[in-house]
């Protein structure tokens, strides 16, 4: 059993602190890391589980969806793993997060996300921000994007994305 060694960190409700009234409170992308790479019996052969193949690495890994809050830069949601031959961003989003999406509120995410364009999502290429191409809001949606791409590089300097997760035991344990 593990024991918490302080309070919960990641909440959901803090994509609220010090909200301005926007629709748009949170925003989410999905980041991949490296795993070792699985072999499954099949017809009596051991053959590569395909669905771990992530075509970032070019070898298995494990597709994660991180939130934050715009307002508060807070961590609100961590969501995983997934398989990345099984799961794209969208079919996570629409599966978790955005079943915790009140109604009328929408998330900022990228254009991996336009199938969930405008009721849900907020993306560069929603029409809606095509028709504001110079605004304030395509700049704040762009400045949203690079923070998730900063929270990825840290994750990478500190070696969280580089080393492959390597599980010891059989899958009885």
Not at 79 to 90: C, E, L, R, V
Not at 118 to 144: D, G, Q, T, W, Y
């Amino acid at each position: 059993m593990l024991l918490r060694r302080g309070p919960v960190v990641i909440l959901w409700e803090n994509r609220l602190l010090n909200d301005r009234g926007n629709d748009a409170t949170a925003s989410v992308d999905c980041l991949d890391c490296p795993f070792q790479q699985v072999l499954i019996e099949k017809d009596g052969k051991w053959i590569l589980n395909k669905a771990l193949y992530c075509y970032k690495f070019r070898d298995p890994g494990l597709h994660y969806e991180l939130a934050f809050s715009l307002m508060s830069n807070d961590i609100v949601s961590i969501n995983g793993p997934f398989a990345p031959g099984d799961w794209n961003d969208i079919d996570i989003f629409c599966n978790s997060l955005m079943l915790k999406v009140e109604e009328g509120e929408r998330i900022e995410a990228d254009n991996g996300y336009i199938g969930e364009a405008p009721r849900h999502v907020i993306c560069p290429a929603s029409v809606e921000l095509l028709a504001m191409a110079n605004s304030e809001r395509l700049k704040f949606n762009k400045r949203i994007q690079g923070r998730h791409e900063v929270v990825n590089k840290h994750l990478k300097h500190w070696s969280c994305l580089k080393k492959p997760f390597t599980a010891r035991g059989t899958s009885a344990d």
